[in-house]
């Protein structure tokens, strides 16, 4: 363990150094051109017609974003060059998939679930748990990565999705190597289910780049029109279509599930895109949620940035995710849907992990089969804590104050019932502020 430890710090002292040189160089401040990246994704994929897919505004804004913000070391313009290009290229096999079938988008996705919340509330343990039914499906890591065959001639299964899966284990064994403390933090293998957030960042309109760059100016771009979530959510359920037109004879009737914090900020796309969506809540006590996102996003930005400042993305997780919950305590339990909002708890998911799941089931007129509880059960018995590593979170790491944090968030707490957490006790110096006035009812959990 210590050779290999002593060979990680060797690797990373490395990089820093060739980043310094390629600095002091000028050459990591050039900008990363879009028409490069287009013209490199149509000679991989032999295509050229992107259709109508509008891509080109967020594209421009996110690379010019990189190129005067984030920062980036040398792996993260490798890392963002090949993430592009690769967006591109499936935009292209996909234009030409519809065009060789057009009974692709024909296909339709019924009362989708949608589950959403502040994030590291447990919304991925939900979310895998109910991807032990056999009548639920989710897009899948690989899926999100490469959801075509290398050639358009390979079936959508056999060896080719094989020779896929492994691709984008190894590509995950590279990223634990680059952030070795990723895997505890948040476990993810190339089966594993994905957040939606892989899917809408094909058209350049997510907050998964706002997460693995500091690109204050593109986060900016997307929140100042809300209409700019709907291109997103259109092409998300065109991906969809594509898995499912991919998915074996005889695979029957199925429900998605689908799980992003980011849908918080798309309801009215979702709305708008899935009208009979069911959308699933979970709550935790938020200042849990800030210690441990605050820490996963350094996590996936070290690797491609010459510069951190913890300090800043405590601060901007607490800004971002306030707003999430001042989202949701403005829906309550109404989203427009034909079905009110279910609501979860972490401290019951945790507690009862399949009954949990049941009562999400029922909320919504479901069945959950034996057979289904039965494999839920099995999941948590191999995993108890969903895989996760147990992390002890400084406040002080990401300058958030535990008694500040616990005020500003006190009325989405109240509002839904939260129960606090106990947290380590080392806050940040200082006095916090007055506490905001408490909502006015309180919803029970």
């Given at each position: 363990m210590k050779q290999e430890t002593d060979s990680l710090t060797i690797q990373i002292t490395g990089l820093r150094v060739a980043d310094r040189i390629a600095s002091s160089l000028g050459l990591l401040d050039r900008p990363i051109l879009m028409e490069e990246l287009i013209g490199l994704a149509r000679t991989r994929a032999r295509l050229t017609d992107f259709g109508d897919v509008d891509f080109a505004e967020p594209l421009r804004v996110f690379l010019a974003s990189c190129t005067r913000e984030a920062e980036l070391g040398i792996v993260g313009r490798m890392a963002t060059r090949w993430d592009v290009v690769r967006f591109l290229t499936n935009l292209l096999r996909m234009q030409a998939a519809e065009q060789s079938s057009p009974a692709i988008r024909t296909g339709r996705i019924t009362r989708p679930i949608f589950i959403t919340g502040l994030p590291r509330s447990g919304t991925t343990f939900l979310h895998r748990l109910m991807l032990e039914d056999a009548a639920n499906r989710a897009p899948l890591?690989?899926?999100?990565?490469?959801?075509?065959?290398?050639?358009?001639?390979?079936?959508?299964?056999?060896?080719?999705?094989?020779?896929?899966?492994?691709?984008?284990?190894?590509?995950?064994?590279?990223?634990?190597?680059?952030?070795?403390?990723?895997?505890?933090?948040?476990?993810?293998?190339?089966?594993?289910?994905?957040?939606?957030s892989e899917i809408t960042a094909h058209v350049f309109r997510?907050?998964?780049?706002?997460?693995?760059?500091?690109?204050?100016?593109?986060?900016?771009?997307?929140?100042?029109?809300?209409?700019?979530?709907?291109?997103?959510?259109?092409?998300?359920?065109?991906?969809?279509?594509?898995?499912?037109?991919?998915?074996?004879?005889?695979?029957?009737?199925?429900?998605?599930?689908?799980?992003?914090?980011?849908?918080?900020?798309?309801?009215?796309?979702?709305?708008?895109v899935y009208p009979d969506a069911c959308l699933v809540f979970v709550h935790r006590d938020p200042v849990k949620v800030l210690l441990s996102q605050a820490k996963l996003t350094e996590v996936l930005r070290r690797p491609f940035t010459r510069r951190m400042d913890t300090r800043s993305i405590g601060r901007d997780e607490s800004a971002r995710w306030l707003d999430g919950a001042h989202r949701m305590m403005d829906i309550g339990d109404d989203a427009g849907l034909p079905d009110p909002v279910c609501h979860v708890h972490h401290i019951d998911l945790i507690a009862d992990p399949v009954s949990t799941v049941e009562s999400v089931y029922r909320h919504f007129g479901l069945c959950l089969t034996l057979d289904a509880a039965a494999a839920m059960?099995?999941?948590?018995?191999?995993?108890?804590?969903?895989?996760?590593?147990?992390?002890?979170?400084?406040?002080?790491?990401?300058?958030?104050?535990?008694?500040?944090?616990?005020?500003?968030?006190?009325?989405?707490?109240?509002?839904?019932?939260i129960t606090p957490e106990t947290v380590e006790p080392r806050p940040v110096q200082g006095p916090a502020p007055p506490a905001p006035a408490p909502a006015a009812r309180s919803v029970p959990g």
């Open positions: 890591v690989w899926e999100t990565i490469y959801p075509f065959p290398d050639t358009p001639r390979a079936a959508g299964y056999g060896a080719r999705r094989d020779r896929r899966i492994t691709r984008v284990t190894r590509q995950l064994k590279v990223f634990e190597g680059l952030a070795p403390e990723f895997r505890a933090l948040h476990p993810l293998e190339a089966t594993s289910p994905q957040e939606c997510s907050l998964r780049f706002d997460t693995n760059y500091h690109i204050p100016s593109y986060r900016s771009w997307m929140d100042a029109d809300v209409g700019r979530h709907l291109p997103a959510y259109r092409f998300h359920k065109r991906f969809l279509q594509h898995l499912q037109y991919q998915d074996p004879p005889g695979r029957g009737a199925l429900r998605w599930v689908l799980k992003c914090p980011e849908h918080l900020f798309a309801l009215r796309a979702i709305r708008s059960e099995r999941s948590v018995a191999r995993a108890p804590n969903g895989g996760y590593g147990k992390h002890d979170y400084r406040s002080e790491d990401h300058g958030l104050n535990v008694e500040a944090e616990r005020a500003r968030f006190r009325p989405y707490m109240l509002r839904f019932g």
